[in-house]
């Protein structure tokens, strides 16, 4: 199979509103160009320790959501709610690292969602490995593995360096979308975009290929 040209690099957190509300976005781009590109979902903790954790009920929270988190989601049809608990999200991209592991078709996808809808629709402690591995069991993977992996620390070091490589990039925010053309750094885009940025974006790189 052809490796395609285009490939879009999606760094994200996981207690990223923004991030969960892109997700469809880039699966009607995936959609839109099959074949043509790649798009790989990269570790981006926001408040990694010691930074303070924001507070779940602080005037902060409130204000983002009703300012924006709320409309863009009424806009794209989804259902979040603002989260009681505010947990770091270091094991919940460890979690996914793993499920990427599997080797089964989709599994990545699968447990991204289930994450990320966890936290935003039923306030998931992203940072209990217990209800990670309580996730995983739910989609018919093995919860007792991947608890065995977070507890070893196995995926800790592919998380920190997608962490090094936006900050290589100079990507301070998610969700950080980073295009290349052939392996060549393209371009970054930085917040949520809506679906037709994204296609221009693409339809861009496809006239640079001639």
Same mark, same amino acid.
């Given at each position: 199979?052809?490796?395609?040209?285009?490939?879009? @690099?999606? !760094?994200?957190?996981?207690?990223?509103?923004?991030?969960?509300?892109?997700?469809?976005?880039?699966?009607?781009?995936?959609?839109?160009? /099959?074949?043509?590109?790649?798009?790989?979902?990269?570790?981006?903790?926001?408040?990694?320790?010691?930074?303070? /954790?924001?507070?779940?009920?602080? *005037?902060?929270?409130?204000?983002?959501?009703?300012?924006?988190?709320?409309?863009?989601?009424?806009?794209? %049809?989804?259902?979040?709610?603002?989260?009681?608990?505010?947990?770091?999200?270091?094991?919940?991209?460890?979690?996914?690292?793993?499920?990427? *592991?599997?080797?089964?078709?989709? /599994?990545?996808?699968?447990?991204?969602?289930?994450?990320?809808?966890?936290?935003?629709?039923?306030?998931? @402690?992203?940072? @209990?490995?217990?209800?990670?591995?309580?996730?995983?069991?739910?989609?018919?993977?093995? %919860?007792?593995?991947?608890?065995?992996?977070?507890?070893?620390? @196995?995926?800790?070091?592919?998380?920190?360096?997608?962490?090094?490589?936006?900050?290589?990039?100079?990507? %301070?925010?998610?969700?950080?979308?980073? !295009?290349?053309?052939?392996?060549?750094?393209?371009?970054?885009?930085?917040?949520?975009?809506?679906?037709?940025?994204?296609?221009?974006?693409?339809?861009?790189?496809? *006239?640079?290929?001639?």
């Amino acid at each position: 199979m052809t490796r395609p040209r285009i490939t879009l @690099d999606v !760094f994200s957190d996981f207690v990223c509103p923004f991030c969960y509300l892109e997700a469809p976005e880039l699966d009607a781009l995936a959609e839109r160009f /099959t074949g043509e590109i790649m798009i790989r979902w990269r570790a981006f903790e926001l408040r990694p320790a010691p930074e303070p /954790t924001l507070d779940p009920d602080g *005037d902060y929270l409130h204000d983002v959501w009703a300012r924006a988190v709320y409309p863009m989601a009424a806009e794209r %049809g989804m259902t979040l709610r603002l989260p009681r608990l505010q947990p770091r999200s270091r094991l919940a991209h460890e979690a996914s690292a793993w499920a990427e *592991d599997q080797h089964n078709t989709g /599994t990545a996808a699968t447990m991204r969602t289930a994450l990320f809808r966890g936290f935003f629709e039923e306030s998931l @402690d992203l940072a @209990d490995p217990e209800a990670l591995a309580r996730v995983a069991d739910a989609l018919a993977l093995d %919860g007792a593995a991947l608890h065995r992996a977070l507890m070893a620390g @196995d995926y800790r070091e592919q998380v920190l360096a997608d962490q090094r490589l936006a900050s290589e990039l100079g990507i %301070g925010g998610v969700p950080g979308l980073r !295009f290349s053309l052939d392996g060549e750094h393209a371009g970054v885009l930085e917040g949520a975009q809506p679906r037709r940025q994204l296609f221009l974006a693409v339809e861009r790189l496809r *006239d640079l290929m001639g």
